[in-house]
């Protein structure tokens, strides 16, 4: 294994003004996707003759790294890469237990060996197709989320048209005592399917909030209004009976659209609300964040089966589709992201400048049901990639750092970065990783999926390259190579300090 040096990355200075009609097409074309490609194939597109000149010059003069070429600040270390197998699709979100980490795959799942995070080695490799693959972990069960349209609910099951009666989509649950042999134990099939789903565990049960959107006329069991959220109950001594229990309505409104932000034409650019992308809770605290494509709630989860929204918030003039959400440790902030693009764009370039695809850093004020979500700034990566490169704000997880609020986050093509939120009005970042375009005339889907902290490094799942280990030395982050977690699920924040 190679590992390559760091160099210093200029800000490019060329105007992608082709990039501003790729990212039209996408929103025109509807609520933004949330992957690449919702079959697995990486998007592919020819840029025009002139950006692919553009960025051939730029890798030249050194503002962009070259194809493939990996860069990375003096602070970080790339320990490991270990490229795709048996499973071919996308690769997508990672979960973690004791020394184990769990990648999704649009074909999938595979678990890995990281007790020595230098050379992690594969455990199992699962076939079981079915976009996106969501994955989370809780004791002897593994979930994954199915959001497409499948001929039955299966691990051999085939794609079909939704419009077909007989499709399935929605959630599954293995039992992984044996890492070696996972089993697959249930399905639960979900109104418009699982886009993500989020753990809210108890000790005899464990709940799921199931996200997903875009209700489609055409589709039997995805009717709008669809503005809320499948809960799912799953009891740990028997989880075959997983079963739905509640679906609570988070933007109650009347007509067939509920109430949730219209969208285009009230609001051009900015996705409509038909449910949410992704919820991320904090058991400790009672509290989730949802990031619900037009809108950003908060909600109160003291009961888990009954989640009740206590503030509700949008940015019509900077974010079009919101896409997750972070807690900072002491609960008082929440990251929202959002996914311009829908991962597929090339967004991080001077023409869609520095708000856009970008985080959304709120306050959290008040006391009780009360509580309101404050915005105080943005942040986005300080490197413009090519126009080849698909990139914008993705998934992340807090460095637990005692009096700090510090995140590792990917951005597709544009890496993984560390940054700092302390003060959530000048956010700044303190280290990062990426590697060049995967190429240079070519818009190709690829990139960091996922980049989390767990128990002293940091984990990427990178949709055409496979899973990478990185580490960073810092002294704002050294704290951190203390704490240790039996289990992660991002999604559910645990209480890290």
Known sequence: MTLHQPR???????????????????????PAAATPDPGGKPVQERVSKSEAADTEAAIESGEIPGVDEIVHSKNVSHLANVPKDALPGTNSDLAFQGKYAFAGNYDGFRIFDISNPKAPKTVSQVLCPGSQNDITVSGDLLFLSTDSSRSDDSCNSTTQPATEKSSWEGMK?????????????????????????????????????VSSYSPSATFPDCQPPHDGVSVIKVPRSAPEKAAIVDFP???????????????????????????????????????????CMGDGILLDISKPAEPKVIDRVQDNVNFAFWHSATFNERGTKVVFTDELGGGGAATCNEAIGQNRGANGIYDLVGKGDHR?????????????????????????SLIPVRGRDIMVQAWYQGGVSIWDFTDSS????????????????????????????YNGYIYSNDIAKGFDVLKIDDRRTDEAKRVRLSELNVQTQPDYL
């Open 8 to 30: 210093v990355r200029h800000r490019r200075l060329g105007v992608a003004a082709a990039a501003i009609g790729l990212i039209a097409s996408f929103l025109a074309a509807g």
């Open 173 to 209: 649950v293995f039992d992984i005592s044996d890492k070696q042999n996972p089993k697959y134990v249930a399905a639960v099939e979900t109104a418009c399917g699982s886009h993500t789903h989020t753990l809210v565990p108890d000790r005899r049960d464990v709940y799921i909030y």
């Open 249 to 291: 309505v988070l933007f109650p409104g009347e007509g067939t659209d509920g109430g949730g932000n219209p969208g285009a034409p009230t609001n051009p650019g900015v996705s409509k609300t038909t449910g949410c992308h992704d919820i991320t809770a904090y058991p400790k605290l009672k509290l989730a964040a949802g990031a």
């Open 372 to 396: 309101k979500l404050v915005f105080r700034s943005y942040y986005k990566i300080p490197r413009h990639q090519a126009d080849t490169e698909n990139c914008v704000a993705h998934n992340g």
């Open 426 to 453: 000048k956010p700044k970042e303190i280290g990062f990783f990426e590697r060049g375009p995967i190429s240079a005339d070519t818009l190709v889907g690829g990139g960091a999926w996922s980049a989390y902290y």
